[in-house]
């Protein structure tokens, strides 16, 4: 644990002595909840389409693949034409690519992201890194397989897929959208144990409470 | 005083209006950006599927009153200073809830939004919001004071306080407007225009390459649903107030339209032509361009 986490008192400018403890302080205390879609089906189908309609993406890069993501905003290919957005908050996306290979380090921001993103949610696994590891396979710091730590909707394959491929990734998450097929965030909730789980075995310096939101 | 029932219907009737123009009129504009930058940008009615969807978020979590409270007076800004000022001149429908100190009460207005938004984010506990805060009331304190010297001096010049008698007083041609008659005024109060926009130059409070994104770091869900919402509104509701004090109003929805649009334009024109400015860069340029400007135009009158 380090040591700005721990519990201490500390004195304000104006000389007021009061004791924070960071982990109860800044993070929530619950674990997260499932939230079924609530509505009448065809509400429910109209917001899944708005929802595939108006994607934000984190712009959170973490690996090779982040540099692939740039060229959408720009007017080569322009993704905005279809929706997608970024945003720079994770409260206000609903997307979170993970482009490229994830260092253990890494894993426990992109974790820390996407548990403060508000459910429904999802996650694009991009590049073969994502899947197996790629030509990480046998590296001592990276993950090999994304869906053990994140629930991914879906992959984007390739070493490195170009923006085109992205585009049509995109295009097919929309899909899953609409059919109401992506629902990780749910899944995400429903085995938080074991997700839990897979994430303390890797990250070692677990210093961060369960609960990120 | 006898108060016209009929009057609240014909409100909601403007808001809803201008609710939708805004919406159209924001993707619009950002299109305009988009192709100044040789994209194609988003579609027209993105803004109405970004509404919905984010209303339609599942989950939502919240750090205290005035987080909630935030967009609701970021909102109530909004909606209050497009109510109390005549949208439509000379039209018994959409005059709204005008009345004779009017003017004072649109000032107030404009500032109560960010007010209120700026204790909502205060609450969320995030530091980039209460950086974004803090910047954002320095600019848009700076912008304030040549508008509110200019609606002074706009206001000697009439010798009143309603916005509905300075329209009148501009009626019967172009030259009536208050853009010729007190054009020092108007050049003034445009400036100032630019930096309450929220568009380049002066976005560095919300733009989301700074430090992410401002005041809204921790809004997400239905709090960020209302303050779009807001942000349909609001810009509109703005323009209508400077459409009214200095170019002479508007008598008809398409008359309406065609001002308002032209004065956003203006700075959508000004967003894509300048590259940003820092706070304190704007804070000192709105002192020294646009204030004494400001001081000049009461002389003036
Ligand atoms: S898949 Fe290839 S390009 Fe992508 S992160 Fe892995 S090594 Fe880099």
């Known amino acids: 644990m380090k040591e700005e986490l721990l519990k201490r008192v500390v004195k304000g400018p104006d000389g007021v002595e009061f004791e924070v403890e960071p982990l109860r302080d800044y993070y929530c205390e619950a674990p997260p909840a499932v939230h079924p879609p609530v509505y009448a089906?065809?509400?429910e189908d109209l917001f899944n389409w708005a929802r595939s309609q108006s994607i934000w993406i984190l712009g959170f890069g973490t690996g090779c693949?982040?540099?692939e993501m740039r060229p959408l905003m720009t007017p080569r290919f322009d993704a905005y034409r279809y929706g997608i957005q970024w945003r720079p908050t994770p409260r206000q996306a609903n997307l979170l690519v993970i482009s490229g290979y994830l260092s253990v380090k890494t894993l426990k921001r992109a974790i820390r992201a996407y548990e403060q993103m508000q459910n429904p949610k999802y996650v694009v696994g991009l590049g073969s890194c994502t899947i197996n590891g790629g030509m990480y396979w046998d590296s001592y710091n990276t993950i090999k397989r994304l869906d053990d730590y994140l629930p991914v909707d879906l992959y984007i394959t390739g070493c490195m897929p170009r923006p085109e491929a992205l585009l049509a990734g995109f295009e097919d998450l929309k899909k899953l959208i609409r059919a109401g097929k992506a629902e990780g965030a749910n899944q995400y909730a429903e085995n938080f144990d074991?997700?839990?789980t897979n994430q303390k075995r890797v990250i070692h310096d677990w210093d961060m409470p369960d609960y990120n939101w | 005083m006898?108060?016209?029932?009929?009057?609240i219907p014909y409100a909601l009737l403007t808001l809803f209006i201008v609710f939708n123009f805004g919406l159209l009129l924001t993707a619009f504009i950002a299109k305009i950006g988009a192709r100044a930058g040789r994209r194609h940008g988003i579609p027209i009615w993105q803004n109405y599927i970004d509404l919905i969807k984010n209303y339609g978020q599942r989950s939502?979590?919240?750090?205290?009153?005035?987080?909630?409270l935030g967009p609701v007076f970021r909102l109530t800004g909004g909606v209050g200073l497009l109510l109390f000022v005549p949208t439509i001149y000379g039209s018994e429908m959409f005059s709204n809830l005008s009345?004779?100190?009017?003017?004072i009460l649109a000032l107030y207005f404009v500032f109560f939004g960010t007010l209120g938004m700026a204790l909502g984010a205060g609450e969320s506990g995030h530091p980039h919001a209460a950086i974004g805060i803090t910047r954002g009331l320095a600019q848009v304190t700076a912008a304030e004071l040549p508008l509110a010297l200019a609606v002074f001096a706009v206001a000697l010049q009439y010798q009143t306080l309603s916005v509905t008698e300075i329209v009148a007083a501009q009626q019967g041609g172009m030259m009536n407007w208050t853009m010729f008659t007190n054009p020092l005024a108007v050049a003034a109060?445009?400036?100032?225009?630019?930096g309450s926009m929220m568009r380049p130059p002066f976005d560095v409070v919300l733009a989301p390459q700074e430090i992410p994104i401002g005041p809204p770091t921790e809004y997400h869900s239905a709090y960020l649903a209302l303050m779009q919402t807001n942000r349909a509104i609001f810009p509109i509701a703005k323009i209508v107030i400077y459409m009214n004090l200095f170019f002479g109003g508007a008598t008809s929805w398409p008359e309406f339209a065609v001002k308002v649009f032209l004065i956003y334009l203006f700075s959508a024109f000004v967003g894509v032509c300048f590259p940003?400015?820092?706070?304190?860069?704007?804070?000192?340029w709105f002192l020294i361009w646009a204030v004494p400007l400001g001081v000049l135009s009461i002389l003036w009158v």
Do not use: C, N, P
């Open chain 2, 2 to 7: 006898t108060f016209d029932w009929m009057k």
């Open chain 1, 65 to 67: 693949g982040a540099i």
């Open chain 2, 99 to 103: 009345f004779a100190g009017d003017l």
């Open chain 2, 60 to 68: 939502s979590i919240t750090h205290g009153v005035m987080f909630y």
């Open chain 2, 276 to 284: 940003r400015f820092r706070v304190e860069q704007s804070i000192r």
């Open chain 1, 194 to 196: 074991w997700y839990k």
């Open chain 1, 41 to 43: 089906k065809i509400v």
């Open chain 2, 189 to 194: 109060a445009m400036l100032a225009f630019l």
